[in-house]
Each structure stands twice: as C-alpha cells, then as structure tokens.
C-alpha cells in the first residue's frame, strides 16, 4: 500500500520559515520518478509548490521562486521543501505528491502565515 506521510506543518509569522517532510513507503523508489510539493487554499485549485526529478531537476511556482527550497534526502523516499519568508498568501494545506506512471497524494500538512 502506498503511503506519502507529511510532517513539519504549523503556524508561523510573516516572514518567519518552516520545513516540510514527506517520506514515501510501499512505492519501489527506482527508474524515473518526480516528487513534489502542491497546495490548496480555502476557494482556489491545488496548485504547483514544487517538484524535483530524479536527476535532481527542479521546477518552482512562480509565487514561491526564491523563497522556497525543495530536496531529496539521502534515502530518495523522502523529500523536503524549506519555506523561508513567508507570507500570509502562503496560507495553505500542502500535498505531498508522487509521480510516475500515475499520482500519490499525502494526507496534506496544514501551513498558516499569521500577519
């Protein structure tokens, strides 16, 4: 069964920084394959965060460039994104997703800017 458990969500200030993790279990983490980051606010669609490939390509949304940091750990099951400057806009429930012939969604992590 395959399972993307999230962590490292919470409540943070205007321009304070998180960190999110996700580790992959029950997926055979070999041949070409993208991780990534999406989210979702309250009213809008699931949106791009970010994404690295196994050749270790990555690809931002233009609203985080510059602000935000994805990363694989050493294991290749698991994959980061480090959240710095962070705006109200920010606000969020963040997916993990893993991507090959088709998509595996996390359960979300729940990112709150407060102003």
């Known amino acids: 069964q395959v399972q993307l458990v999230e962590s490292g969500g919470g409540l943070v200030q205007v321009g304070g920084s998180l960190r999110l993790s996700c580790a992959a279990s029950?997926?055979?983490?070999?041949?070409?394959?993208?991780m990534g980051w999406y989210r979702q606010a309250p009213g809008k669609q699931r949106e791009l965060v970010a994404a690295i490939t196994t050749g270790g390509a990555t690809n931002y949304g233009d609203s985080v460039k510059g602000r935000f940091t994805i990363s694989r750990g050493n294991a290749k099951n698991t994959v980061y994104l480090q959240m710095n400057s962070l705006k109200p806009e920010d606000t969020a429930v963040y997916y993990c997703?893993?991507?090959?012939?088709?998509?595996?969604w996390g359960q979300g992590a729940q990112v709150t800017v407060s102003s």
């Open positions: 997703n893993f991507r090959r012939t088709g998509d595996y």
């Open positions: 029950g997926i055979i983490v070999t041949g070409l394959y993208t």
